[in-house]
């Protein structure tokens, strides 16, 4: 069966700190590792990643993909108050997306 | 450029009504996918749409939901009869093609069955 496992759970650190969250991934068909962020509404898309090794940025955040070993890690430097929400993984087939349970972040001030 | 649109936000229906969730996807994309959250739960996939074509319904309960995605309008998800259990959020997302793309998601719809 297809699973996504992402852990911690939930994390909770102080702006300035630098957290790494993981995504170990068993998807049948395998295409794509995505992450999303989720406040309270829609979860807002970060990153797609499809090939091993090639980290992808956007800001203090940052994403990269291991094929050999079914996973991901999310990288947030210098966290931010704003940066608050939980983290979604998902493992991506022939259309549907398999996701995680999600990694709160909870970033204190 | 509006993203996903769903209607909506919430919606609430007495045991045994039906529920009927519509979804708009951005501008482009024919593409349309519905996935059900539950409470500390991860989200669910249901279906997967195209225009006028149901690509993939594994994750669908068999009796009670049904989706479409008519050549004009939005994409609707239909409950029948609905029960406390068919209590969540659900959320839609669409993308331009099948690989190789993100889905982006709408706001979701939070469903409470009295």
């Known amino acids: 069966e297809d699973k996504v496992v992402q852990s911690p759970l939930s994390l909770v650190v102080h702006e300035g700190d630098t957290v790494t969250l993981n995504c170990s991934y068993e998807?049948?068909?395998?295409?794509?590792l995505l992450w999303y962020k989720q406040e309270k509404k829609a979860p807002t898309f970060l990153f797609m990643l499809?090939?091993?090794?090639i980290e992808k940025k956007s800001g203090r955040l940052s994403s990269i993909l291991d094929k050999k070993e079914l996973f991901s890690i999310l990288n947030i430097t210098a966290t931010q108050t704003g940066d608050s929400a939980v983290y979604l993984c998902?493992?991506?087939?022939?259309?549907?997306?398999?996701f995680g349970k999600g990694t709160k972040l909870s970033v204190k001030p | 450029n509006a993203g996903v649109m769903q209607n909506p936000r919430h919606l609430v229906r007495r045991r045994g009504q039906e529920a009927r969730l519509r979804c708009s996807p951005m501008?482009?994309?024919?593409?349309v996918y519905w996935y059900r959250q539950l409470p500390e739960e991860g989200l669910k996939f249901m279906v997967y749409?195209?225009?006028?074509?149901?690509?993939?319904e594994s994750g669908m309960p068999k009796e009670r939901f049904s989706a479409e995605f008519p050549k004009e309008g939005p994409s609707i998800l239909r409950i029948q009869q609905v029960v406390r259990g068919d209590s969540a959020a659900y959320f839609c997302?669409?993308?331009?093609?099948?690989?190789?793309?993100?889905?982006?998601f709408g706001d979701g719809t939070r469903l409470s069955i009295l």
């Open positions: 997302a669409s993308s331009p093609g099948q690989g190789g793309q993100p889905q982006h």
């Open positions: 998807v049948t068909n395998f295409r794509s």
């Open positions: 499809t090939s091993s090794g």
């Open positions: 998902a493992g991506g087939s022939q259309g549907n997306l398999i």
């Open positions: 501008k482009g994309h024919s593409h």
């Open positions: 749409l195209q225009k006028e074509n149901i690509i993939d």
